[in-house]
């Protein structure tokens, strides 16, 4: 487990010497618009010290083992996480991102039934038995731009930071291909299978159709 102020200075020694290749700075627990909302609903120093980490940071990297980006979390309110994403290197358009049970990037470890990597990290983040796009740890989708330089930061409340900093640690996924998101027309369908159905396959069902894992960060926390 990293301190803060470790991770802190790794994110922006990354991001000052350019290498993301992505200029200016992301949020950093303690500073900027999250710190300022953390503020205004601050909860005594006992609460805090019960209630799990403050931050999480992700260092993403392709299967080469090549720096993709970072996934940062920090407090926004009593309920609200606050995400920030930077990234570069993707291909152009919507990349699929979801945080991961496990805490294991491994690219040696494929996945037999689709061959992609990084299976190590598990399936997505789930609280509460639910489907894909509702479960705890389905994102927004990541837009790269034409150079592949990507940027997001948004606030969720779909988990709390204790529930990633659990004994096997999570992890953070980017995908090769746009996330679904859930929205199949009902045309869609497959020939019968040992499920029984002929709607939406299994596949589509749990990942959104998209795609291999191209980037994989395990989560340090403060």
């Avoid at 945080?99 to 294991?104: D, E, L, Q, S």
């Avoid at 499920?195 to 291999?212: E, I, N, V």
Wanted: hydrophobic content about 40%; some cysteine.
């Amino acid at each position: 487990m990293l301190g803060k102020t470790h991770i802190t200075s790794a994110v922006s020694a990354l991001l000052v010497t350019g290498a993301l290749g992505i200029t200016g700075t992301i949020g950093v627990a303690g500073a900027g618009a999250g710190a300022a909302n953390a503020a205004a609903g601050a909860v005594p120093a006992a609460d805090a010290a019960s209630r799990g980490p403050d931050s999480a940071v992700a260092l993403i990297k392709d299967v080469h083992g090549k720096v993709l980006g970072t996934f940062q979390i920090e407090r926004y309110d009593r309920k609200k996480l606050w995400v920030t994403v930077n990234a570069r290197g993707l291909t152009p358009g919507f990349h699929g991102m979801h945080i991961h049970t496990t805490g294991v990037c491994d690219p040696e470890s494929v996945d037999e039934a689709t061959g992609t990597p990084f299976a190590s990290a598990g399936g997505h983040l789930d609280v509460g038995h639910k489907k894909h796009d509702s479960m705890a740890g389905d994102l927004p989708s990541l837009l790269a731009t034409a150079d592949g330089t990507a940027m997001a930061s948004f606030v969720t409340d779909r988990f709390k930071l204790n529930q990633l900093a659990d004994k096997d640690g999570s992890s953070v996924v980017i995908h090769e291909l746009p996330d679904n998101h859930a929205h199949i027309p009902d045309r869609y369908s497959h020939p019968k299978d040992s499920t029984g159905t002929t709607g939406p396959d299994a596949t589509t069902l749990k990942t959104g159709d998209a795609g291999r894992r191209i980037g994989c960060g395990v989560f340090d926390y403060a």
